[in-house]
């Protein structure tokens, strides 16, 4: 990360406080499990998804499409495990993410994340890995985490891995 | 394979009549009387249940995780991960630097681990009796022995996997020490799913030896129940209270279990029991409290062959190497060498790359080796593990510090995995790192290893060994509870799991535990018969 894009990291944690959205825990009723949160984090996770998996997706637009949705799927009913304070954190990045204001002084411009090109969604991500700011790291890895885990639990993505499990029964 | 070919020692023992109650099913509160409560039922909690209920004492288990067997178990991490481990096997340390697997299932992490099982090291030992004043030197002996047989632990005898084979092959070339593995295994098809519960009960875990044996023996359990407090008095624990889970194991504080014992005895595993007693504000003249936890933070070396290796099939642990793990210069942090088990979930979310670099890796899944290499932490000033802290909803968060003293040792341990990997005959490897790249020469690795930057969140580290934060010791100010297990100031509580352990062990922890609580459980019932 450079100069330029530290001091607009710096400056969307600010706003994110003068905002009121903290960045700690705060305990709170509403959880991810519920729909209304899931807006941001459905719209945040389905951008995402192809810049992490581009190589892996198929090429097939329609087939691919499938895929970033079952892994979206798969993340969000993954997220009502974690510890709640962890599903607040993840809850707040959503919202930054998918507000404009935060968007812009993180990411460096006002264009929705869905209509970045997935290089430009990459770079974003490595913006955050290699950036000085250990929220952005952990954000990195985080998202990193979630989305490749959801994405390779799913026996349908298993072919091009040649990933073969014993079934002792049929399960669904 | 149907259903039916699969006995379920589980199903059997619930239609014959054992009691069990799955807490996530109450509609009111509940309120229970016994002579023991045990909390958590992995290695620990289990065993003394076994032993307690045998002795003719009324035996109540409390356990945060669900009752699920072979017949419920999938061999998908997908379905494994959320419903077996803690945190749906997202436990984080606080700054999030650190993976944390642990198990929360009925047999605990028992359930889902690997199934090695080594006795104590001398060196751990002679640590505690000069740090701790506590000489376990000989007297856990008759103890791993009872429990190597309870356990069916052996030396595995099949040819290890591909996986684990690299180890041995790569000590012979280059003279270093290994061993063959024990493993607590009766019947073992090398299936390669121990960490998603044993799908056809050949895995000796709590879920099918010792918790049997308790319920069989008119023990109770509560599943799907999260102890949440301790209320005490004077020297004295007076009550539990217990509060159901949901389904996706988060505690509902609307319902109440209220549980009435003569003791108490807390088995959540490291991270887990410490959070309990901070919850309960017990008292802690020593502050050593939920500090001083340890995890044997691992980094990994990935390694590709020309040929399969399929690291996902067969026994996950069959091979170690000691050869540096005791190293003779005092400011060199020792590591283990072990294998871990190739499955798509925790290859794919561990690996430190992304985009294109992380689907071209996937691709070779099954030419992929991976290394271990877990550190020895709780034997330098600069190694005194992390502390348990509870949250706003108090629940634990482990903040574990990684210092230059780790880091070191991060990259004495990359450079002989490497090292070990080529003499094994690995065509390129790679330590799982954001800035590391597949190497396809010693020298080239060994170049690029010393120049890596050693940084949290650039090495993925991990944890499958969580140990320490209610430590023993023999003096009241050095510790949490006694060498027997008692708790210090509270008379009628014991802990009896792996968060007595007062360092991390050089070795994967479950004989350990198995043998200390094995011995402390003994003494417990002879003070109770007294008492
Ligand atoms: C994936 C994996 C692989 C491993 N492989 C090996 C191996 O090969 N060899 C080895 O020696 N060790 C291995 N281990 C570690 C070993 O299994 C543990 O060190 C050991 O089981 C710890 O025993 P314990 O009694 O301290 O806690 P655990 O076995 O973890 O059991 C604690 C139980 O208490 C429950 N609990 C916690 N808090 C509460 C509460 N408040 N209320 C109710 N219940 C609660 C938990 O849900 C859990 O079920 C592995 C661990 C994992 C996760
Ligand atoms: S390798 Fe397979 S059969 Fe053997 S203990 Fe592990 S899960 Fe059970």
Not at chain 2, 16 to 39: E, N
Not at chain 2, 229 to 240: N, Y
Not at chain 2, 393 to 408: C, K
Request: charged share 15%.
């Amino acid at each position: 990360m450079n100069r330029r894009q530290f001091i607009k990291t710096g400056l969307a944690l600010g706003t994110a406080a003068a905002l009121g959205v903290t960045l700690y825990p705060v305990v709170t009723a509403e959880s991810s499990t519920e729909p209304a949160a899931q807006g941001p984090a459905r719209t945040v996770l389905l951008a995402l998804v192809p810049a992490l998996l581009f190589g892996a997706l198929p090429k097939d637009t329609h087939a691919a499409q499938q895929q970033i949705a079952a892994t979206v799927d798969a993340a969000l009913a993954f997220l009502p495990y974690l510890p709640q304070r962890q599903q607040h954190d993840l809850q707040q990045l959503f919202v930054m993410l998918d507000t404009e204001l935060l968007r812009l002084a993180l990411a460096g411009h006002l264009t929705p994340l869905a209509d970045l090109p997935v290089a430009a969604r990459l770079a974003l991500l490595h913006g955050w890995r290699d950036s000085f700011i250990a929220l952005l790291n952990q954000a990195y890895s985080g998202l990193r985490e979630l989305l490749y885990g959801s994405y390779y639990g799913n026996p349908e993505h298993w072919a091009p891995i040649a990933y073969q499990p014993l079934e002792f029964r049929s399960y669904e | 394979m149907s259903k039916s070919l699969i006995p379920d020692p589980i199903a059997q023992g619930l239609a014959s009549g054992w009691s069990h109650l799955d807490a996530s099913t109450l509609t009111q509160d509940r309120d229970f009387d016994t002579d023991v409560v045990i909390i958590g039922t992995g290695a620990g909690g289990a065993l003394a249940a076994e032993l307690l209920s045998k002795a003719g004492l009324r035996v109540l288990m409390v356990e945060h995780g669900a009752f699920y067997s072979s017949s419920d178990f999938r061999q998908q991490e997908r379905w494994a991960y959320p419903n077996l481990y803690q945190d749906g096997a997202g436990r984080k340390t606080k700054d999030q630097a650190i993976g944390i697997l642990q198990g929360r299932t009925v047999g605990g992490s028992t359930t889902v681990n690997w199934t090695t099982s080594i006795r104590t090291p001398k060196g751990a030992l002679a640590y505690w009796h000069e740090q701790f004043g506590v000489d376990f030197a000989d007297e856990l002996t008759p103890y791993f022995d009872k429990a190597c047989e309870r356990l069916s632990i052996s030396e595995w005898a099949l040819t290890p996997n591909a996986n684990n084979g690299l180890i041995q092959r790569g000590c012979e070339k280059l003279g270093w020490s290994y061993t063959i593995i024990h493993r607590n295994v009766n019947g073992c098809a090398n299936t390669g799913y121990c960490g998603m519960g044993c799908p056809i009960n050949a895995k000796q875990s709590m879920l099918v030896t010792t918790i049997p044996t308790a319920l069989s023996h008119g023990a109770t359990l509560i599943s799907r129940a999260q102890a949440w407090q301790l209320q005490w008095q004077g020297d004295a624990v007076s009550g539990l209270l217990v509060h159901p889970v949901d389904a996706q194991f988060q505690p509902n504080p609307a319902i109440a279990i209220r549980i009435k014992a003569k003791h108490y005895v807390l088995a959540g595993g490291a991270i887990n029991s410490p959070a309990l007693l901070l919850r309960s504000n017990v008292p802690n003249p020593s502050g050593r409290l939920g500090k001083h936890t340890y995890l044997h933070p691992s980094v990994i070396c990935g390694a590709l062959f020309d040929e399969d290796v399929k690291g996902a099939m067969g026994a996950p642990q069959s091979v170690y190497s000691d050869q540096f793990v005791w190293p003779s210069d005092p400011q060199a942090m020792g590591f283990k060498l072990e294998a871990a088990p190739v499955h798509p979930v925790l290859m794919a979310s561990k690996l430190a790359v992304d985009g294109q670099a992380h689907a071209d890796l996937m691709a070779q899944f099954n030419q992929l080796a991976v290394t271990i290499a877990l550190l020895r932490d709780g034997y330098h000033v600069e190694a005194q593990g992390g502390q348990v802290e509870l949250d706003s909803h108090g629940q634990p968060m482990l903040d574990y510090p990684l210092t230059e003293y780790f880091w070191r040792g991060v990259r004495q341990a990359y450079l002989a995995m490497a090292e070990l990997q080529f003499a094994a005959g690995a065509k390129a490897v790679m330590p799982i790192h954001q800035q590391a790249q597949l190497y396809s020469s010693l020298d080239e690795a060994k170049a690029a290893i010393n120049a890596l930057p050693l940084e949290r969140y650039q090495a993925t580290v991990a944890s499958a060994h969580v140990m320490g934060g209610c430590n023993f010791s023999a003096d009241p100010a050095n510790g949490v509870v006694r060498p027997d297990g008692r708790h210090h100031q509270l008379a009628n509580l014991s802990v009896l799991d792996g968060s007595v352990l007062p360092t991390s062990l050089g070795a994967n922890p479950q004989l350990t535990i198995y043998g200390l609580t094995w011995r402390n459980t003994e003494l417990l019932i002879e003070q109770l018969r007294k008492a």
